[in-house]
């Protein structure tokens, strides 16, 4: 068995200094705390303790690599020896931006930001200008960034949800600002009919549209048959933006994302994660005729630290690496996270718990429950998340690290063996959560 006592100590001195000991409040795992880590290599990670991981948390999805690949780190190496942040242009950053022309369907310009949730604002103040509009309709459970205005219906609870037909806009921390539920309608997911309404209803004030492709913050749901090609109709129906938000979809279903493999293109899309392996860059990108207000100086977009040197290196590196790898590397990451996500439920009805996979394979989610398939937010409220947790903390002291809530994400330095490998520690928590 693990031992976690390093681990332990580091953190009680951490709450001294860091508030509640992390620096992400989705650290504050209690199984059995947080962990502290020295390495990360490929497929495996290591702790202060001198534990050692197989990795499906993988950065919370960037580390499409693996760990400290390394055509990444020495391009980083490189790049920084000329500096690393220069307050102007630079040459590469052409390149990246050529890069996601050349790969994403929509991206007839680009801009890059430095995380998800500043992407996302990019996009909704983009089709507010554009529409002249104010109000965006997002979908319950679905997650764009920690600000105020998106951090809506994420994981609402029955009571507050509200009906399902016209949830209500549900604030998801103390303090944000309650003047941000004027500007959203929330609807649930996978449901076009209810989606026509809203837009019959509000379509003189709705400015876009914002939907994870495949539904990746709670559980891993993926469109029904013809719903994203709705709402692209609608959309164009109504007058109203599509925002695609690949950030975990984004290179991770294959270089163009989940426009490629859906063949629905947005008219705006935000990517991250994937994109830099564990580097802090991200990017919108969309149709010209809204680039360009950004384009003209008509809309603000900023930052400091936008494309600076180190990012977009690991950037570059890492699509040179998925593109030199093509469909082969692609159909590599899918086909061991089909084998891992289809062996786990072997497994499970092998040991009588009663579990849940779903998802297309780069990422999947598991889940104890009875349903037989999640469609939407709130069939989640419906798995057993205590026994999950114990199932994390299980697999944790085989060696083997989770996230929490029930995404795995699998990497192109994984390998059959350590798939095996985690099959089989699987096994072996399944087995013990039973005696
Ligand atoms: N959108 C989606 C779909 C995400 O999954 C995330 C992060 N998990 C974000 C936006 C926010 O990205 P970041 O954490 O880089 O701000």
């Known amino acids: 068995m693990n031992s976690y006592s390093k681990s332990l100590k580091l953190y009680e001195r951490a709450r001294n200094s860091l508030a509640g000991g992390v620096s992400s409040n989705y650290r504050m795992s209690k199984q059995p705390h947080p962990l502290f880590f020295t390495r990360g290599e490929g497929a495996r990670i290591y702790d202060v303790d001198g534990n050692e991981y ?70 909704l103040r983009l089709a507010r200008a554009f529409t002249g509009r104010t109000k965006y309709i997002k979908f319950e459970g ?41 500007d959203v309608v929330v609807l649930p997911w996978n449901d076009l009919e209810i989606v026509e309404k809203a837009l019959r209803q509000y379509s003189d004030v709705i400015a876009a549209i914002i939907t994870e492709p495949v539904m990746c913050n709670n559980g891993c749901i993926e469109p029904k048959e013809g719903f994203l090609r709705g709402l692209r109709d609608l959309c164009d129906r109504y007058g109203v933006v599509l925002i695609f938000d690949e950030t975990i979809t984004g290179f991770r279903l294959g270089l163009g994302g989940a426009q490629v493999s859906s063949g629905v293109t947005p008219d705006l899309a935000i990517f991250g994660k994937a994109m830099a392996s564990g580097f802090a860059i991200s990017l919108f990108a969309g149709k010209k005729d809204l680039m360009n207000l950004i384009a003209t100086g008509e809309v603000t977009h900023a930052g400091t630290y936008n494309s600076n040197n180190a990012c977009v290196a690991a950037a570059i590196a890492t699509l040179e690496v998925l593109e030199s790898g093509g469909d082969e590397l692609r159909e590599r990451i899918f086909a061991l996270g089909r084998r891992l996500r289809d062996g786990l439920g072997e497994i499970a009805s092998r040991e009588r718990q009663t579990v849940l996979l779903s998802g297309p394979g780069p990422m999947f989610h598991m889940a104890f429950t009875s349903l037989r398939e999640i469609k939407e937010y709130r069939d989640c409220l419906d798995c057993d998340t205590p026994k999950y947790s114990s199932f994390v903390k299980n697999m944790l002291d085989r060696g083997v690290r989770l996230i929490g809530r029930g995404m795995w994400y699998i990497s192109a330095a994984h390998t059959t063996t350590d798939i095996e490998q985690t099959l089989t520690a699987a096994s072996d928590a399944l087995r013990s959560m039973n005696s």
């Open 54 to 123: 197989l990795d499906f948390a993988l950065g919370q999805g960037p580390l499409i690599l693996g760990h400290s690949h390394p055509k990444v780190l020495q391009r980083v190496a490189e790049e920084i020896n000329h500096g690393q942040l220069y307050a102007g242009q630079h040459e590469l950053e052409i390149g990246l931006a050529e890069k996601v022309q050349q790969h994403i369907p929509c991206a007839e310009l680009v801009r890059f930001t430095n995380s998800g949730s500043e992407s996302v604002q990019a996009t």
């Open 142 to 182: 679905h997650y764009h960034g920690w600000f105020d205005n998106v951090l809506i219906s994420l994981q609402p609870s029955k009571d507050t949800a509200g009906p399902r037909s016209s949830p209500r806009a549900v604030l998801e921390t103390s303090g944000q600002a309650r003047s941000v539920q004027e």
